[in-house]
């Protein structure tokens, strides 16, 4: 089993995908190492890729100023390349030296739109993560959520 | 003579089983290195880490690998890093600063590894979110007389 395959099966994201469904992503996936301050994505700058984190922290931020950090394995950065024509809404830099595997959108979106129903299974489950993201926030107000 | 005798008299057979030969060898190595691309683009891709192996093993080669101290000398720029963050902290406010500007001014005034200063000062608690995406100082780094 590839490291892409076993860290996509720990991430709740994929929790309700099947085995060959994970396969498939895993295989558009590619790893990269990443050096200690490299920016990953620019705010403004159109998404074509989004990142899974294996390894290191990065921090993402916006135009208000506002950041938070992501630091553990299965996070992702880059949640707009997901969607046809978007521009990345926040700049990600590596405060540390790490690892991420990298999913080009239009590989990605290929392939969604190749299964209608993963396409459907994966907008929900992103849809939870990050309506799950906002009430961790909420509830951890003043605490290091990461 | 014509036919097999005249192929077997010039050698015919042993020409047309070397030719053979060439032509399969050829097709075998060309099968296997196109089995093998995907290595090859990964090596590209990654050939700065490949530059970097090379040039470290030329480096040690004959030589013991020196054991890395890193640790005294790390913490020490850390904790001149740190401090000197602290010192920045100071124009912009400690409570409910915008992390990315002080990852910003530490960048304009030189301060050593200010990504990882700033993922340590994170790490330690020593800067923490506030819930809302900005960040707040807790505790002074800067040792008595230094």
Known sequence: MTTERKLLESMKLFEDFKAEEIQKIAALMRPMSIKEGEVLTKRGQPATTCYVIVSGSFMVYFKTGQAFTLQNAGDVIGWSSLKVFANHQGTAVALTDGKVLSLPGTEFYRFLKSDIKVWDKLLKAVAAQRADWFGRMAENNGKHIH | MYGFQAITANNGWAIAFVGLTIVFSGLVILA???????????????????????????????????????????????????????????????????????????????????????????????????????????????????
């Open chain 2, 32 to 146: 296997m290195s196109i089995s093998r691309l995907h290595l090859i683009l990964q090596a590209w891709d990654n050939r700065a880490d490949l530059i970097d192996f090379i040039k470290e093993m030329k480096l040690f080669r004959g030589k013991s690998i020196p054991v890395p101290v890193p640790d005294e000398i790390h913490e020490y720029n850390l904790q001149a890093s740190m401090e000197q963050c602290e010192l920045l902290v100071d124009s912009i406010g400690r409570r409910s600063f915008k992390l990315p500007r002080l990852l910003e001014l530490a960048e304009q005034r030189g301060v050593d590894r200010p990504h990882a200063t700033i993922h340590n000062l994170l790490k330690q608690n020593i800067i923490t979110p506030d819930g809302d995406g900005f960040y707040s100082w807790t505790s002074s780094v800067i040792k008595k007389g230094s």
